[in-house]
């Protein structure tokens, strides 16, 4: 984008589809303690392939540079979808649709798969703010829209300076409340609640899933790296098979068409046998899924 004259120093605005070319202490040092807009975070996103053209999330991190220096920084990304985003909006692509106006591409402000609130405009001054907001406006003429998901109370403030609608939603946050554990958490429901979670839990454990906890993240080979919450599924001697119900069918996998994929999702999902045939592979534990958790300096 265009250099620009200001406060007797040279401003740019440039756009990068990578973090691997940024120094990590100059992208950290605007980014603060927010752990999810930080470079490690992003970064991680990127390289996996989590958040690339392919999936539908491709990087256009908008730079702002003073006389070489970073002077602040937005995460955008190009979606070609609105999956990912925790913000509903169907209804806009939908009107779109219908007035024969494309809605996607569209730029996106936020950070993938994290609904949490925190800094969108990576800068320790308003007025370096504003300059990324105005390039990301200007941006924006090359898509239908510009979306800012989860920005800090002055950000929005300083959005709808610039002429951007403001939507307001509610979200529903658990907090602990001192419990001493899990049977106190479900001493304050009421006794169908109860009885629904100690169900369900139930279900969980009689179908052999487990987890483990980890403090820091476990060393798995390849792709197996998941997070630091892994949970172990059985599966059966033919390991990432899929079997039809019947037990007596065990040897026979299902027909391709019996695979189901879910949006953003690289490898089919695995259904394993069911019955009593299905506990044949207790001993035999692969990693299936996992979640890294964060906790916060009052925990």
């Known amino acids: 984008m265009a250099d ?9 605005l440039d756009i990068v589809e990578s973090l691997g070319g940024i120094d990590p202490h ?20 990127i390289e996996t392939g989590c958040a690339s053209r392919r999936t539908g999330w491709a990087p256009h991190f908008l730079l702002l540079r003073r006389s070489g220096a970073l002077a602040g920084a937005m995460p955008l990304f190009r979606k070609s979808h609105s999956y990912g985003e925790y913000v509903f909006d169907w209804a806009w692509a939908d009107a779109y649709e ?26 320790t001054s308003e007025r370096e703010r504003e300059a990324l ?6 941006l924006a003429r090359d898509a239908s829209s510009l979306h800012v998901l989860f920005p800090t109370a002055a950000e929005a403030r ?19 409340e001192g419990y001493a554990d899990f049977e106190a958490f479900l001493a304050r429901l009421t006794h169908a609640r109860r009885k629904n979670i100690r169900q369900e839990r139930r279900r969980v454990r ?23 919450r892994r949970l172990r ?26 695979l ?21 592979g207790v001993r035999r534990c692969a990693p299936s899924a996992g979640s890294c958790c964060l906790r916060d300096a009052q925990w």
Not at 102 to 110: I, N
Not at 133 to 138: D, K, N, Q, R, S
Not at 260 to 280: D, M, Y
Request: glycine share 12%.
């Open 4 to 12: 620009r004259a200001g406060a007797g120093a040279l401003e740019s």
């Open 26 to 45: 100059e992208w950290n040092r605007l980014a603060g303690t927010n752990p999810f807009v930080r470079h490690e975070f992003l970064s991680a996103l």
């Open 133 to 138: 907001l105005v390039g990301a406006l200007e």
């Open 98 to 123: 219908r007035h024969g106006i494309d809605y996607y591409p569209k730029l996106l402000g936020a950070v993938p798969f994290t609904p949490v609130t925190g800094p969108r405009l990576l800068a």
């Open 260 to 280: 189901r994929r879910e949006p953003g999702l690289r490898h089919p999902v695995h259904r394993r046998p069911r019955g009593p045939a299905g506990r044949a």
């Open 206 to 228: 009689d179908a052999g899933v487990g987890r483990t906890l980890n403090r820091r993240l476990p060393a798995l080979p390849g792709r197996q790296r998941l997070g630091c």
């Open 233 to 258: 599924v059985p599966r059966g001697p033919a390991l990432g098979r899929v079997y039809r119900g019947d037990p007596r069918e065990r040897r026979q996998p299902a027909s391709p068409r019996r």
């Open 158 to 176: 300083l959005m709808q300076r610039q002429g951007m609608l403001l939507r307001r939603a509610v979200q529903l946050h658990w907090r602990n």
